[in-house]
C-alpha cells in the first residue's frame, strides 16, 4: 500500500497482491495487508486477525500502532479499511456499483487503465475556503480517503464509514496537582518517543526554537543516550537578517534557541537548513505531486523537503516531528476561562483572568477568551463585523461565488473556530487535520518516515483528559509543559513566551521569483477551472502592489499566504489538467 503504483480492486473475484513496504499475512479465509509499525515486541499481523475474530468492525481500536490497512474475509464476504488516528498513512478507495478498489496514493487507483485524474471542485472549494473536507473527500472526483482513526466496510456492495476512535469521550483526568499532571505527561511522550525509535540506533528530528520538537527532540536524545545513538537535529533558518520587531510576539530565527537545546546532548548533532535554497516552485511542484494536494504553506514545504533530502544523504531513515503539538502537549490553555465561567467557577476565572494580566496578556484578550466560545458562532461572527475583523474574501484567493456554489461561506471558519472552546477545539484539530498525503510525500520523495509522537493516540488521549487551567497555571500559557521538561530543556526555550515565526524571509525570496509569480497567473488565466475559483485580478493587483524591501513586516506575510496558497491551488489544478501532475513519479498511461 505505500507504493503509489500498487493498486488492489475488487470486481467479481478479489484480486490482492502485496508491493514493497506491504506486509501480507493470510490465515485461514483472512487476507490483511499492513503497511505501517506495530508497537510492542509481542505485536503481530497474526495478532491483528485475532482482534478481528474477537472484535469484528471494531478491531482497529485495539491495534497499537501507525498504520493504513486492508482486510479481507472471504467467508463473510467484506472488506475493511482502517487507518489509525495519526493518519500519517494514506489509504484511498474508489467505489461504484459493483466495484470496489483501493490504493495507498490516489495516484495507484488510475494505474488500472480505466479512471482518469480529474479536480473535485467542492474538495477545491472548500480548501480555498478553509473549511475542513467531508466524508473523506479528495482533490480527485469519486476518490475517497479513509478518515483517521476510522474505517470503511464494503460489504455485499454496500459501504459504511464508522469512526473507531472518539477523542470527545475522553473521560477527564482529575489528579492532585499540576505536578502529577506534568509527570503524567513526561512518561507518555517518553512512551511514544521511545516506542517510534526503538528500532534505529541513530534518527533525524525537526528541532524548532519552540517546546513541542525540543521536548520530541530532548526526549529522543535521552533515550538514545542510554543505547550508544543519536539524533541529527535539523533547525530552518532564514537566509536574511530579519527584524523581529516587525512580527509581534515573533521571533523570526530559531536557529540560537534550537542551538541551546542540542548544546545540552552530546548525542545530538544539530544541523542548520536554510528556508530556501534553490527555486521554490520545483519544491513546490515536486511536493504536490507526491502528496497530491496543493501544500497550504509553499514556504514550509521547501525547508520541509529540504531537511528530509538532507537526513536521506546522512543515511537516516526516520525523522521526528512536534507537528501536533500546539494542540496536545503544548496546548496553551487560554480558552480554560470560558469552561471555569460555564461551570460557575466565577472566583476562578477572575483569579485566571488577572493572573493572565500579570503575565502580559491585554484585558480585552483575556476576556474575549472566556466569553467568545459562551456565544454563539453567529453573535461572535457579528461581533466582529463591528469590530472591523472580517476576513478579506480574497485572503486566500478564492471567489466568493464560487464558494458559494457549494453552500460555503469563505468567512464561516474565523467565526466558527473562535466560538469553540479549547477541548473542541483540540478535538476538531487532532481528527480533521490530515497530514497524511505531506507524510506519504517526503517518505516516496526521500525515503525517510516521518514520525510525531505528539500526535500518539495516548499522548492525544492523556492531554485530552486533563482540565483546561491546568495548561495555563497562574496565567502563563503553556504551564504544563515547562513544568514536564524542567530540566530537560535550556532555560532560554522554557522561558520564551513568544512562537517562532517559520518562513519569515519568505516574501524575500518571493520577490527574486515575481517573474515566474506573474507568468504562472498568466497561464491561470487559460484554465477554466482555475479562473471559476480564485480571484486572479485580486491576486493580480497584489503582485503589482508589490512592495519594496524590507519586508519584515506583518502585513507582508500575505505574499506567502493568500498569494502563494491561491498559486499552489492553481498550479496544481493546471498540472492535473494538462496531465503533469504524476509525469516525475508516475504515468497514467503506464
Not at 479528495?138 to 472518539?166: A, C, K, N, S, Y
Not at 520538537?213 to 537578517?241: E, Y
Request: include cysteine; proline fraction near 5%; charged fraction near 25%.
Amino acid at each position: 500500500m505505500p507504493t503509489s503504483r500498487q493498486a488492489f480492486w475488487y470486481d467479481d473475484v478479489v484480486s490482492l497482491a502485496g508491493s514493497d513496504g506491504v506486509l501480507t499475512c493470510i490465515h485461514e479465509k483472512l487476507v490483511l495487508f499492513f503497511d505501517g509499525r506495530l508497537f510492542g515486541n509481542e505485536v503481530s499481523l497474526l495478532n491483528i486477525l485475532q482482534a478481528y475474530r474477537r472484535w469484528g468492525n471494531e478491531f482497529p481500536r485495539y491495534i497499537p500502532g501507525e498504520f493504513a490497512l486492508a482486510l479481507w474475509d472471504s467467508e463473510s464476504h467484506r472488506l475493511i479499511l482502517a487507518r489509525d488516528v495519526t493518519g500519517y498513512r494514506p489509504l484511498h478507495y474508489w467505489v461504484r456499483g459493483e466495484q470496489f478498489r483501493f490504493a495507498s496514493d490516489a495516484r495507484g487507483l488510475f494505474a488500472h487503465g480505466d479512471l482518469t485524474p480529474a479536480a473535485n471542485p467542492e474538495r477545491i472549494a472548500r480548501w480555498l475556503s478553509g473549511i475542513p473536507a467531508t466524508s473523506g473527500a479528495t482533490f480527485f472526483q469519486d476518490i475517497l480517503t479513509v478518515p483517521m482513526g476510522h474505517t470503511v466496510v464494503w460489504e455485499r456492495g454496500r459501504v459504511t464509514v464508522r469512526d473507531f476512535w472518539q477523542p470527545a469521550k475522553t473521560p477527564c483526568l482529575r489528579l492532585a496537582d499540576s505536578r502529577e499532571y506534568a509527570e503524567g505527561l513526561r512518561s507518555v511522550l517518553d512512551q511514544a518517543v521511545r516506542e517510534r525509535i526503538s528500532a534505529f540506533s541513530t534518527v533525524g528530528s525537526h528541532l524548532s526554537g519552540g517546546l513541542d520538537s525540543s521536548s520530541v527532540t530532548a526526549t529522543a536524545a535521552k533515550i538514545l543516550q542510554d543505547r550508544g545513538g543519536r539524533v541529527t537535529a535539523f533547525t530552518a533558518a532564514p537566509t536574511v537578517a530579519i527584524d523581529d520587531a516587525g512580527f509581534p510576539r515573533r521571533f523570526c530565527d530559531e536557529t540560537a534557541h534550537a542551538a541551546s537545546t542540542a548544546a545540552l546532548y552530546p548525542n545530538i548533532d544539530h544541523v542548520v537548513i536554510p528556508n530556501l535554497s534553490g527555486n521554490i516552485f520545483e519544491s513546490l511542484d515536486r511536493m504536490s505531486s507526491a502528496s497530491e494536494c496543493p501544500q497550504l504553506n509553499p514556504g514550509n514545504s521547501s525547508w520541509l523537503l529540504a531537511m528530509s533530502a538532507d537526513a536521506s544523504s546522512r543515511g537516516l531513515r526516520a525523522m521526528l516531528t512536534g507537528a501536533n503539538g500546539n494542540f496536545t502537549i503544548s496546548w496553551d490553555g487560554r480558552r480554560a476561562l470560558s469552561g471555569l465561567i460555564a461551570s460557575g467557577r466565577i472566583a476562578a476565572a477572575a483569579r485566571l483572568v488577572s493572573a493572565m494580566r500579570s503575565n502580559g496578556s491585554r484585558w480585552s484578550s483575556a476576556v474575549k477568551s472566556g466569553v467568545r466560545p459562551l456565544l454563539p458562532s453567529s453573535l461572535v461572527r457579528m461581533l466582529g463585523s463591528f469590530s472591523g475583523r472580517q476576513r478579506v474574501q480574497a485572503e486566500i484567493g478564492v471567489r466568493r461565488e464560487f464558494a458559494e456554489n457549494f453552500g460555503l461561506d469563505p468567512e464561516e471558519p474565523v467565526w466558527w473556530l473562535e466560538s469553540l472552546d479549547g477541548r473542541s477545539l483540540r478535538i476538531w484539530a487532532v481528527r480533521d487535520r490530515d497530514f497524511g498525503g505531506h507524510m506519504a510525500g517526503l517518505r516516496s520523495l526521500t525515503g525517510v518516515e516521518q514520525m510525531d509522537p505528539t500526535a500518539d493516540r495516548r499522548v492525544m488521549e492523556f492531554c485530552l483528559s486533563i482540565p483546561e487551567e491546568h495548561y495555563c497555571a497562574n496565567g502563563c500559557g503553556r504551564s504544563l509543559i515547562r513544568e514536564a521538561m524542567s530540566g530537560i530543556l535550556p532555560p532560554e526555550v522554557l522561558e520564551e513566551r513568544r512562537k517562532g515565526r517559520q518562513s519569515a524571509d519568505l516574501v524575500f525570496h518571493l520577490a527574486r521569483e515575481k517573474g515566474e509569480i506573474m507568468a504562472e497567473l498568466q497561464r491561470l488565466k487559460k484554465v477554466d477551472l482555475a479562473v471559476k475559483c480564485l480571484d486572479l485580478p485580486a491576486l493580480d493587483e497584489l503582485v503589482r502592489s508589490w512592495p519594496a524591501p524590507p519586508y519584515g513586516r506583518r502585513e507582508y506575510l500575505k505574499y506567502g499566504t493568500q498569494l502563494m496558497r491561491a498559486i499552489s491551488m492553481g498550479r496544481f489544478i493546471r498540472r492535473l489538467e494538462e496531465g503533469t501532475l504524476f509525469r516525475d513519479q508516475f504515468s497514467v498511461a503506464a
